[in-house]
């Protein structure tokens, strides 16, 4: 064996053993799925899940889910996984690199707040190799970039990835505490009635349904509430909504638009598929939902914070189509049916 095959070995080896590790006080805090993605950086998303679901991953012992907090002093039994081969380039495409770094809003020594374009999944995983966070990684191969919170797929808007220890574990706390304010822009099926309201419906995860997440109002989920504001309507086909979210649930706005009879359109998997098939030929391609602003006081110091992403061109052409639309005249038809009725 050479030295090179001997180096390639030792790197496929490394984690050939079960090994396990005591969480820190810096440590704390986050959830375990967060903490695997980190140590586990080579190998799949969907393997660290699948790990977790078949409880080769334990904490003190224990099978936990993948929203489990960890404490300080948990310990870690993390099995043995075979690590990517480091002879295979694993970089994202230039073109995605280059996509991600003109999307940044703002940067600082603690954070960078990007302008998540849609179709662009925040990790690689679920059928992309890639994702946001790992082209920003190899964008910047000296930080220790991390993903604060996510967006779907689909959905555009901001996004914050911290750049230091610190700034993550200041912002998962925050966040916890209802601290960041997360303002959405959204068009929900058919005209509003409902004023300013209050959704307040906890919500349970459902990952077995046809092998993809499904989330749905359950008695026994977890405590949900999402702010709708009417801001646009467009006559019986649409309403604008702008959607405070204090807590950050899986799919909340979605799951809480159809829960109060206006689902999102565009949306495919809780929407109006009658409805989502009509906006289509006012140019929508995708789910209309778009993280428009976050705002905080940092923790420690009380310095405001706020970032805002105005509304991409795709979503603001289908609001023009929507207006032009409403203008129209309607046409009159014959005597009986709105048309006006010819003399004898």
Same mark, same amino acid.
């Given at each position: ?11 496929? =080896? *490394? ?9 820190? %006080? ?22 660290? $899940?699948?790990?977790?679901?078949? =409880?080769?991953?334990?904490? !003190? ?6 929203? $489990? ?49 849609? &179709? ?28 604060? +919170? ?22 998962? *706390?925050?966040?916890?505490?209802? =601290?960041?304010? *997360?303002?959405?822009? /959204? @068009?929900?099926?058919?005209?509003? %009635? ?21 989330? #749905?109002?359950?008695?026994?989920? #977890?405590?949900?509430?999402? @702010?709708? #504001? ?6 019986? @086909? ?9 807590? &950050?649930?899986?799919? %909340? ?8 009879? +206006? ?6 998997? $809780?929407?109006?598929?009658?409805? !989502? ?29 706020? /970032?805002?992403?105005? @509304? ?15 203008? #129209? ?8 049916? &709105?048309?006006?009725?010819? *003399?004898?």
């Amino acid at each position: 064996m050479n030295e090179a095959t001997t180096k390639l070995a030792h790197e496929l =080896g *490394k984690r050939s053993a079960v090994e396990f590790h005591t969480i820190s %006080q810096d440590e704390a805090g986050q959830r375990i799925d967060n903490f695997l993605l980190r140590h586990f950086k080579s190998i799949p998303r969907s393997r660290v $899940y699948r790990l977790l679901r078949k =409880g080769e991953v334990r904490v !003190n012992r224990k099978r936990v889910d993948a929203e $489990y907090r960890l404490a300080a002093a948990d310990e870690l039994r993390l099995p043995p996984v075979r690590m990517a081969d480091p002879s295979v380039p694993q970089r994202p495409s230039s073109s995605l690199i280059e996509l991600i770094e003109n999307s940044v809003l703002f940067q600082d020594s603690r954070v960078i707040v990007i302008n998540k374009p849609p &179709g662009v999944a925040v990790h690689g995983g679920s059928g992309m190799s890639f994702g946001l966070i790992e082209a920003l990684r190899a964008s910047r191969p000296k930080e220790d970039l991390e993903l604060v +919170h996510r967006l779907d797929r689909d959905t555009s808007g901001c996004l914050i990835v911290a750049r230091t220890r610190a700034a993550l574990t200041a912002l998962h *706390k925050l966040i916890r505490e209802g =601290g960041v304010s *997360k303002t959405y822009m /959204a @068009l929900v099926a058919g005209s509003w %009635q409902l004023g300013t309201k209050r959704v307040d419906a906890p919500l349970a995860t459902d990952n077995r349904r046809q092998g993809e997440r499904h989330v #749905k109002v359950a008695a026994a989920g #977890k405590e949900s509430v999402s @702010l709708f #504001k009417p801001i646009q309507f467009f006559g019986s @086909l649409a309403t604008l909504m702008q959607v405070d979210i204090p807590t &950050g649930r899986t799919h %909340q706005i979605r799951v809480h638009a159809a829960f109060a009879g +206006h689902p999102l359109l565009g949306d495919d998997k $809780y929407g109006d598929h009658e409805r !989502n098939a009509q906006l289509k030929s006012q140019g929508l391609k995708r789910i209309f939902l778009h993280s428009q602003s976050l705002a905080f006081d940092w923790p420690g110091t009380g310095e405001p914070f706020h /970032a805002s992403a105005p @509304l991409p061109a795709d979503l603001a052409g289908v609001l023009d189509q929507l207006e032009t639309v409403k203008k #129209k005249p309607a046409k009159r038809g014959p005597a009986g049916r &709105g048309g006006k009725a010819r *003399k004898p």
